[in-house]
Structure formats: structure tokens, C-alpha cells
DNA sequence: TGTACATCAGTGAACGCGCGTTCACTGATGTAC
DNA sequence: TGTACATCAGTGAACGCGCGTTCACTGATGTAC
């Protein structure tokens, strides 16, 4: 072969990486195939030694994002101090600087009503996104059951889907900041009392 | 002219009017300018006797149901009993009608995402949707000044947005509707107690 | 009242571009002998 | 150890399609005279 061994493996990392990226900045209809290899130095022809088409890129990309958020989640409730995590997860969710990374923030945030009209095997990966962060949460909910304390976490975390999406289609900045500290007290009010 | 007076207006109307459902149902890049004009029993060519582009049908599409909500709006809350308002604005916002029914409901929950990625004209447009929205919901949203409930109406708001957005993305009609359901009780807990 | 011309909403062919996908080819390395 | 062949990640031209946009044309009605 050509290349050392694990080499194609890489470049396949690459280019999911920069696809997930691509995807939650610029849309399902964004990223142009040709565009993302020249983004790697690579020709578009090649794309298609490692993915069957753009939709299995897309599936997999989404996928990947899921996982690195579930992985950033872990890692911030296991870094805050005992009984402060969901105040911890709301405050970040909720930041300026979540809300102004859209390529490497939550993808559902950046996606969700694109995903609605995306075909299944898309959706259930989105399924599986949100499963996800309610299972992560959930503990750190006050509730008397867990079927209380995950019905709980996933209005919260619909509702701070909605803030980030809205917060970035607001075009005032003045606006799109007061919303985002606003409805941070207030969650963090709502959510974190028992 | 070949056509009585005031048609040229009548066929932009049904132009805008399939758009703005079509739009919300199909997403910004979902809806072709001969798939649109076909729909009416036009043909492509004669839709730029209308609309300079695709951007200004956009634009005034969303516009076209942003008011189109007010009025629902408007007209909900006057029937509503009073100081019930809030309440049946919520259960009908969080309905599973309204979600089922993306072309005729919110363009907010139907497009947000995708705003964020538009040119200003878009989102100016949907600057205003927001502000629309929270002038009118905030009278009857519990708080000591204007300003405190207009913020509170804004929360309110996006959280509703965000809801409608993953229930319509989430591919399990059980839990979909579970969290309709669970959302609305406590919504209408949180913001229709004083 | 009648005739000639202007108007303009709508038609449908054509253009150009972007983009997803295919395919014959390259050339460095691995493997067989 | 050396030679011949196979492999396959990546290349870049080409294809086909959808779609936004343009444009010469149509033909019924309005207007000027």
C-alpha cells in the first residue's frame, strides 16, 4: 500500500471530524463534499473510498458530534463540586461562548429543525443524542423518581434547545445576551431547587 | 391586460401563501421556485414578475407567517377566559396538533435553526416574530414591571420553540408525546402561577 | 363605434452553475516466487 | 536478495441532474385616435 497502515482510518477521522463541524455551522444542505476534502488538501473523488455517500457522512458526522458532547458533559459533571453539577451543566449549556461555537457545540441545538425532515436512520441517531444527555442528567435532577427526574431533564434540555437556537437567530446582540443570562437564572432557579 | 384587475396581486398572495407553508414544512433550501409555481398551476418563468429572487420570497414568506401568527395569536387570547390567557396559550402552543401541523404553525419552531444561518434580511424579519410574540404574550405573563414579564414571555418563549422543535425531530411518537404532555404541566406550573 | 397599437401576466425553452457521484488512472508499497 | 505483480488511497476529468434565473414570445384586454 501506498500509505503506512492506519492511514486511511486517519484521514476518514479527518474527514468526519471536519463534517461535524461543518454540519452544525453551516446546515445538512451546507457542506459541500468538494468543499470539505479541499478543507483536508484532498480531492473530492476520494471521499467516496471511505463513505457509500453524503448521507452516511451525515448519519456518522452527527454521530460523532453526539458523542463528543456526551463526552464533554461527563467530563464537566465529574469536574464540579458535589451537588452543583446541574447548576454547572445549565450556566455552560447556556453561555455566550456555547452560543457563539455553534460548530463545536451541542448538535441538536445547531440542527434540530433540520433534522425533523431528514430520513430515519438520521433520526434515530438524534434519538440516541438525546437519550443521551437525559440518561448524563437525569441523576443530578432533584425528583422523587427517575421517571420524575428524566421527565424533568428533558424539558430542560429542550428548553435550553431552544434558547441557544433562538439566541443565535436573533440578530440584536444586545438582545441575544440578555436572553441568554435571563433564562440562565431562571432555569438554574427552576431546575436546581428541590 | 390580459387578466381583470387585481390579479396580478391575487396570484402573488396564493404565491406567498404556498411558500410560507411550504418553507416551514420543507425547510429554507427544501422548496424549488418550479415545484412552488407548478403547485398553482403556474409555470417557473412567471414567478419573477412577483418576487425580484428567492431571497425576497423568503423574506417576505416568513413575514407573511409571522403575521398570520399574531393573528392567531391575537384572536386565541381574546377568547380565552380571562386570566386564562397564558394557559390556553400555552396548551395550544404545545398542542399535538400545532406540532404535527409544521406548515401552519410557528415559523419560529419550524425554521430556527436554519435562520441563524440566513442573510440579515431574514433575520431582522425574525427579529421581529419575537418581538411580536413577546409584546403580546407578555400582558398576561406574571411579574412585577413590563420589563420582568416581557423577559419572562421571552424564556417562555424559546423553551416553547425548543419543544416544538425536538418533539418534531424525535422519531418516537410515544416519547414525543410524552413530552408534549409532560412540558405543558409544567410550563403552565411555572409561568401561570403568580 | 371601429381600428391600431401598447401593455404585461404568464409561457416554456435555454443557460449556467453547483454539486453528488462515477470511473479510469497513478504510483508507492506489500507480497509471491 | 531480486523481480513481477497485486493492492488500494487518492487524483481529477467527466457525467447528469436540479434548480435559479433570463428571455423572446403570446395573446387578451386597455387605450388612443
Known amino acids: 500500500m501506498r500509505y503506512t497502515s492506519g492511514h ?80 454547572g451543566i445549565i450556566a455552560t449549556y447556556l453561555s455566550l461562548e456555547h452560543c457563539a461555537d455553534v460548530q463545536h457545540g451541542c448538535p441538536v441545538a445547531a440542527l434540530a429543525t433540520e433534522v425533523a425532515r431528514q430520513p430515519k436512520a438520521v433520526r434515530s441517531a438524534f434519538d440516541q443524542a438525546i437519550a443521551a444527555f437525559i440518561s448524563l442528567v437525569a441523576p443530578y435532577v432533584p425528583g422523587k423518581s427517575i421517571k420524575e427526574r428524566e421527565s424533568k431533564a428533558r424539558i430542560l434540555f429542550s428548553g435550553m434547545v431552544g434558547i441557544i437556537s433562538m439566541a443565535r437567530a436573533i440578530s440584536d446582540v444586545a438582545a441575544r445576551e440578555e436572553l441568554l443570562k435571563s433564562s440562565r437564572d431562571m432555569y438554574i432557579q427552576a431546575f436546581c431547587s428541590p
Open 8 to 87: 486511511k482510518e486517519i484521514t476518514r477521522e479527518r474527514i468526519l471530524r471536519a463534517a461535524s463541524e461543518g454540519f452544525r455551522k453551516k446546515g445538512a444542505d451546507g457542506v459541500a463534499i468538494s468543499d470539505l476534502m479541499e478543507e483536508l488538501q484532498l480531492t473530492h473523488g476520494g471521499f467516496y473510498r471511505h463513505f457509500k455517500n453524503k448521507e452516511q457522512l451525515f448519519v456518522e458526522a452527527l454521530k460523532k458530534a453526539i458523542g463528543d458532547g456526551e463526552h464533554f458533559l461527563k467530563s464537566a459533571t465529574e469536574n464540579s463540586p458535589k451537588g452543583k453539577e446541574l447548576h
